[in-house]
């Protein structure tokens, strides 16, 4: 599949799609899980009840999607687990063999672990209604796990210590930047992990580019999180960062700012996906449809993200997705050599 062929396809889809999504976003709480069932809209039972999030979305953006959903949604209350992706697959992988996911949602970034979950039965396939409009491509194993919206990785840099746009990747590793350019862990990031894996699989890159990085004393920080932190500090002054983290934090009055690489900057999958073993499949549903309305997809732009419902514009500055390089992940490569991708990122950082 190409699925950067796809990302723009649909975000040049027009508005169709926005005002039909228009005409769910003022009903859309009941009749979305008998359509998928094929009930009739009267007999879909009303959602209530509790569900339980699995995620490793910022806390803020999670939080303010949750909020939103329950205020239109009233009897129904998402609980929150959020940890990075790496703990959070932990986690889950642990309930697996103790019998069964606690979740009732999963939303994080590695469509790996989801693919690996969906052969082992372990999701529920559904079809959102409000998600009409969206390409089929950007739902994944036959509707068992989803995109809502679209990250990138880029380049951030601090604005009052680059007085230099940098350019390319390999700027991570000039001389510079000693001891001065960071990225997050791929252990705890989903979106670092999936970026590692596809470097590894390129002759562009390859295991050299993070030998590279380890010879200039690149930082190992934590998070996405960790390094826009320390990117407005002064800390680093330069890292591998997911674009809205830098967007968000520029619109706040940070000194940080981003550029689309020359090689290319990385469209990183972060789909959502229903627990089969969910408790309360009709309020975790309605969750993932909310996520698809236009007011989900207007909070997604408001915290930053590029959109995946075609028709809704784009974050402030984020230019034509068309005239935009980009490198598609390479999932196959990364489900082949997971472990591989974790003992080699290990020898070279001395992270796990």
Known sequence: MNWWRVVLRTCAAGLAAVVLGAGLGSGWSGP???????QS?????????AI????????????????????????VTVKIFRAGTGPVEAKVSAEQQAGRIQADVLFFADPGFLHDLADKGQLQAYVPPAARGVAREFHYDGNQYHEVRLIFNVLGFNTLAVHFKPTSWWDLTKAPYR???????????????AGVGTFASMKTFGWDYYRALKKNDAQILNANGDVIQKLASGEIVIGQIVDFFVRYAKAQGSPVDYIWPTEGAVVIPTPVAIVKSTQNLTAAEAFVN???????????????????????PLPAGVPPLSTIKIIQPNLAYIAQHREEIKKTFTEIFGVQ
């Open 290 to 312: 909310y996520l698809y309305t236009p007011a989900a997809q207007a909070l997604f732009v408001q915290r930053s993200y590029v959109p995946v419902l075609p028709g809704v």
């Open 179 to 193: 001891g001065r350019a960071g990225m997050p862990n791929p252990f705890v990031s989903g979106a670092a992990f």
């Open 32 to 38: 979305w899980a008998a359509a998928t069932r094929g």
């Open 52 to 75: 339980t999030l699995y995620t490793s979305e910022s806390e803020d953006d999670v939080n303010l999607l949750a909020g939103d959903f329950m205020k239109r949604t009233p009897g």
């Open 41 to 49: 809209a009267e007999a879909a039972p009303a959602p209530s009840g």
